[in-house]
């Protein structure tokens, strides 16, 4: 992958696309722009989902496939690699396009299959298996009686602005995003608008952070134009830390230019000369892709000296986070990227007035500077007739869990949560009733199924004391449990936690002790445990509320919500653990007892020879026994036992 | 080896902190951890204490002060792949090699760490092991992988 450069007879077309008024007006960019956008093509085309979720399946081999059939059938064929529609639990997603019709894309394809895939469609017969849709642009003649990609489920009730681009272009190519329309907007604002033009317009379209607080971007933006500075910086936040959510990722690998096109239009707008991207050094292939952006932009001139004769002159540089989940706080994130420790400082001064090298700093999540684009665009009118009126535009939601159709989706805000589980999600994979969801990962809240109906917005989640997070969803069915998944969650803030804050720090740990502790079976307790165990049962909702209050930074005061919520929801489930030692959902895995099936057992020796605490008794060609209170539930003799003779409980 | 970093530091400006999480990184991908004389280096070149050196790169889950093993597993530490048990794969793997996250067994072949959300959810729980993902793994499964790889 890295850079692919831009060939010298496409740079004068792709300059004109941006600078021109109405490209549409002129023959020869209107046919430009459809060659780009893949409107009309030479050869037959297959399109290759390559993303990080992709690449598990080993799209090489599709690849491979496809031109071994170009060879043999004699036939030229154009591979093209492009991001993500979304759908993820189909994948790998490919499209086939033959010239002058619609594009067919279809899911879980196998390397195997693409020889018949490929025999049928060039005799126009289309395999309806595995099909996902068709997808027609302008010209194309669509194929009959084969449903549109928007027809299916999972992409009917969504509306993608920033994702429409998403699995349709090569995101490693900047004239595919030209040939769509891109940079038109920057080169518009940089023309003809004022600084204080684009902030109207900002403000106009209601535009709110998508990190969780929902805090106004004009606000920020204004309030970093009015801080008087030599220099001031945008930092684009695409760290994404969220161990539940994978959405940035997705749109980053898929889209790479429109979050630029975002950034820069924020640097001018507030006078920046110098925008950082911070993307996680651990997706590879979101740095890449990011990189690969900022190379073609540089190339062809839309940043560096002087931009298209603009005088405006702005440098963007990539700076890669070293995994840091409390990094996603905005003075945590400047402080790794002055080369410190990523512990959070009081504010005020916020960033927009005093943020990196004590410069104002305007510092945005990439799915807020991804909409920027689009309300330059579309205009803040056109803007804010999607979403509703506290909450505009869409959000970007991913869906993981026992949920049937996993992936990323974008709804307008206002969406009801059980549409977006039940109608695009599928409902649970397993057909087992739903639990809950958990919603905005470790900092969220549980949700149940009677609360479906609530809509996705961010004031009506604040009046409720709750917060709509970042966007990851987390479906449980009745086989999942809630106390060993606040477990793990608070396992994780107290890994996370800075240390800053005794509350934070202290709490955390203490309160992960105490879940430890009640899920797991009855152990020897030695003077004052049993009664350490039950202070930490009865005090930790009490806990949690002074972890609330008294933490400096968003990770320590949000950090309890799964548990508040969790305690109040599933009060039933916790009691089990904490009286009956009992996990009704089989998953903590201290807790399960073992018994020996007399029928099934042969005596073969197996799992007494391997039980680790000898809590098994028995002779070879004898039925065996489980000595209840040396087992330590490990599972081992479970797994071992060749004749399913090991009866969970 | 000392001199060897001198020469390595050079393209960063000196006396400059910002360039203190790059310069980590790129060492760690040259070497694929830190070496100690790189923090004596990096201290004199940067002009600060190298306990401070040690302050940052500990705080953050990327930077290793030991070399890697030859396989590298790293299991998910995603939501979507603790709702699917990814504990019992965690526990199996520290069971079977004998090492906690961040450690390298005896024999320097298998080393282990704890990732956040590698994003194949649909496959969970997952592990990865030196960059190949390994879907929908269980206890049993671990054990067969680790067996495969001592054989090979």
């Known amino acids: ?649 | 080896m000392g001199a060897d970093f001198n020469d390595f530091l050079k393209k960063y400006p000196a006396g400059r902190r910002e360039n203190l999480i790059p310069i980590l990184q790129d060492i760690q991908d040259l070497h694929g951890y830190i070496p100690e004389p790189a923090v004596a280096a990096i201290a004199e070149h940067l002009e600060i204490p190298a306990v401070k050196i040690f302050s940052v790169a500990t705080f953050y889950n990327e930077f290793r002060f030991n070399p890697g093993g030859k396989y590298h597993f790293q299991v998910c530490q995603g939501i979507g792949c603790q709702v699917d048990g990814s504990e019992r794969i965690r526990a199996e793997l520290s069971r079977l090699l004998e090492i906690g996250p961040g450690e390298i067994s005896g024999d320097g072949w298998f080393s282990m760490e704890w990732v956040p959300c590698l994003g194949v959810c649909q496959e969970a729980p997952v592990l990865s092991v030196n960059g190949e993902f390994y879907p929908k793994m269980t206890p049993l499964r671990v054990k067969e992988l680790i067996e495969k790889l001592q054989n090979h």
């Open chain 1, 1 to 649: 992958m890295g850079t692919t450069a831009i060939k010298a007879d496409l740079r004068e077309g792709l300059l004109k696309l941006i600078t021109h008024q109405q490209p549409d007006t002129d023959k020869d960019l209107r046919h430009l722009g459809k060659t780009l956008r893949r409107e009309r093509i030479e050869n037959l085309t297959v399109f290759i989902d390559k993303t990080t979720p992709s690449s598990i399946y080993k799209t090489d081999l599709i690849a491979e496939a496809v031109n071994r059939w170009s060879e043999e059938n004699q036939l030229k064929i154009d591979i093209v690699e492009t991001g993500c529609l979304g759908l993820i639990s189909v994948e790998p997603v490919i499209g086939i396009q033959v010239p002058g019709r619609a594009r067919l894309y279809y899911g879980e394809i196998v390397p195997s299959e693409i020889q018949g895939l490929l025999d049928a469609i060039t005799k126009q017969v289309i395999p309806e298996e595995n099909l996902i849709g068709q997808m027609a642009f302008g010209t194309q003649q669509p194929w009959e009686e084969i449903p549109n990609w928007k027809e299916h489920p999972f992409f009917k009730h969504q509306t993608r602005t920033v994702t429409h681009l998403s699995g349709v272009i090569d995101p490693c190519s900047i004239s595919d995003y030209i040939g769509w329309g891109g940079y038109r907007s920057f080169y518009r604002s940089i023309r003809y608008y004022s600084d204080t033009e684009i902030l109207k317009m900002i403000e106009g379209s209601g535009l709110r952070g998508r990190s969780g607080s929902g805090f106004p971007a004009a606000q920020k933006w204004a309030s970093a134009v009015g801080t008087p500075s030599d220099n001031r910086f945008v930092l684009c936040n695409a760290d994404e830390s969220d161990p539940g959510g994978y959405m940035h990722r997705v749109l980053i690998e898929s889209n790479p230019h429109l979050i630029l096109e975002g950034v820069m239009l924020a640097a001018y707008t507030i006078g920046a000369n110098h925008a950082i991207i911070y993307t996680r050094s651990r997706y590879r292939m979101a740095v890449q892709r990011i990189q690969c952006a900022i190379n073609q932009a540089r190339e062809l001139g839309l940043i560096g000296q002087d931009i298209l004769s603009s005088g405006y002159t702005l440098d963007i540089q990539l700076k890669r986070g070293p995994g840091a989940y409390v990094c996603g706080e905005e003075t945590a994130l400047i402080a790794s990227l002055e080369g410190k420790r990523g512990s959070p400082r009081t504010k005020p001064p916020y960033p927009s007035t005093f943020g990196l090298f004590g410069k104002p700093t305007l510092v945005h999540n990439i799915e807020t500077l991804a909409q920027v684009p689009i309300i330059i665009e579309k205009g803040p009118d056109w803007y804010k007739q999607t979403g509703t009126s506290g909450s505009t535009g869409t959000k970007l939601f991913s869906l993981s869990g026992k949920i049937k159709r996993l992936g990323v989706v974008e709804v307008p805000f206002g969406t009801p949560l059980g549409e977006v589980i039940n109608d695009m999600g599928g409902g649970t994979a397993s057909g087992l009733p739903a639990k809950a969801v958990l919603l905005g990962g470790p900092s969220g809240q549980f949700v149940l199924p009677s609360k479906f109906d609530i809509p996705l917005d961010i004031d009506r989640f604040r009046e409720n004391n709750q917060v709509l997070g970042s966007g990851s969803m987390v479906l449980l069915d009745e086989e999942s449990c809630p106390v060993n998944l606040i477990k793990n969650m608070m396992d994780f803030i107290q890994q996370e936690s800075c240390g800053k804050c005794i509350p934070c720090r202290d709490g955390s740990s203490r309160i992960m002790k105490t879940l430890t502790l009640i899920s797991s079976r009855s152990m020897p307790e030695q003077k004052y445990e049993a009664l350490d165990r039950f202070k930490g049962v009865t005090g930790m909702l009490e806990l949690a509320e002074v972890m609330q209050s008294t933490s400096l930074c968003g990770l320590g005061k949000s950090a309890p919500n799964p548990l508040i919520s969790g305690m109040e929801l599933f009060r039933e489930e916790l009691e089990e653990h904490v009286f009956d030692r009992a996990c009704r959902a089989g998953v903590c895995m201290n807790m399960r007892s073992f018994t020996v099936d007399p029928v099934a057992c042969n005596g073969c020796n197996l799992c007494y020879t391997k039980c680790p605490e000898k809590a098994i008794i028995g002779t070879p060609r004898q039925v065996h026994y489980i000595v209840d209170d040396l087992c330590t539930g490990c599972g081992k003799c479970f797994e071992v036992c060749k004749f399913n003779a090991i009866l969970v409980e």
